[in-house]
Structure formats: structure tokens, C-alpha cells
């Protein structure tokens, strides 16, 4: 079925509040016996289209990608029942699928995104592909080992200029993770490219936590939660050992 989604494009424009009240009707559409939590919603300026919905304190925190402003009612509609049924481990409702994506593939859409992209996106020098090693193998792999899976995606790529001196860093406002060239090399065991990489995350998860504090950010918190790293040791001595 095609409605010529590029003709929805500019009716929209839900307010913050009435896309709440659209993802709890979604969350009452997945029949769970818990009562819905309170739900906050925000745009917020991802790298291109993407979104995503987190439990924090028993609170539903949906962050919906600012190209989705004038998203029309049943576009968000099906974006809430897709963001929840993931969430929740259920199944994704075909119906939701085809109608998110009959309006983020329009050609319209598509423009926004790449536009967002090139923009956004301008710090990431190269992609997540190296020679040696493929951040988002590792990432995934991370991401299901130290953090359920949960950590939301981030952007990955690595650094063209092969710094010893800043190995990685994460950038809160393109959500990117930045690993340095140097490390994309055979001589660096893997271990230790994924502590650098865990290390970065771990930034990631906690710089969403209230408390976060920017002046320290390897707070001991911080510091407690990179000791459950496997390899932690080792990882540190050959970093200080050889860069
Ligand atoms: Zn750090």
C-alpha cells in the first residue's frame, strides 16, 4: 500500500505530551499485568533517524530522533509499538514495521537522514571497520557481555591520525565512540582493544545517569564498574607498557 508518505510530512507536528499518551497506548496494547510507568519523551539529535526507549527509576524515557518532529499520529503510533515490543522482548507487529518504514524510507526521509549524517556525523573520520578489527563486532559483543544488551547504539569509528596518547573517546553530543587507528594492528592484543572500547561505553551508559558529573568523569563508580571488565589487568599493564 502506498498513501505518497511525502504528503504526511509537515501535517504533523504531535506535541510532547500527546506522543506520550500514544506510547501508553502502546504499552497497554502489549497486555503486561504491570501498570504503564510514567512516560518522558524528548527529541533529541541523533546522527541520523533513530530512537530510543530506556527504563530509568521505573520511568520510560522514549528519545525520539528530531527529524521525527512532524512525524504524523500514525507513524508515531507504529514507532511506539516497535520501540516497546523491543523494550520488552516482544514480537514487532508487522503492520507497525511497514508503516515506520513506508515513512522513514521516503525520499524525503532519506534526504533528512544522509543531510543529518553528513552534518552530525562530520567528527567520525573513519568507519567502524578496521583492518584488524571491527568495532561493531566488538561492540556487540561488549554491549551483550557487560550490559545485557541494553546500551543504545553508538556511533563507531576509528580515528585517522593514530594517536598512543588519546586510545579512545566518546563524544556525548554525536553519541560517537572514537578508538585510535593505533590500536587497529595486529600487534595489539584484542583484549585490549575491547578494554578501550568497554572503557567508552561505559561513558556511554553512565554519562545518561543523574549522577554524572562532568569535572570527574572516572568517578568510582566508574572506576568499580570498569573492574568487572575480563582482562582488566592485563589490558591496563600492556597499555602501559607499550604506548
Ligand atoms: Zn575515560
Known sequence: MNTQPERNIGRGGLTLSQ???IFAEAYHGLEREQPCPSIGVEYYRFVGINHTVRLREGRLLVRLSDLFRRAP???ME????ILLAK???QEVPRAARAAYREFSNSPEMRRKDRA?????GRKLLAGPEGDRYDLTLLFDELNREYFKGRLPAVRLG???RKSRRILGHFDPSHRSITLSRWLDHPRVPEVVVRYVLFHEMLHAKLLARSFFD????HSRQFREEEQTFRGHEEARNWIRDCS
Open 158 to 160: 576509528w580515528s585517522l
Open 87 to 89: 523494550l520488552y522482548r
Open 19 to 21: 506522543i506520550g499518551r
Open 116 to 120: 543529518s549524517r553528513r552534518k552530525r
Open 214 to 217: 562532568v569535572r570527574n568523569p
Open 73 to 75: 499520529a500514525p507513524v
Open 78 to 81: 507504529a514507532l511506539a509499538s
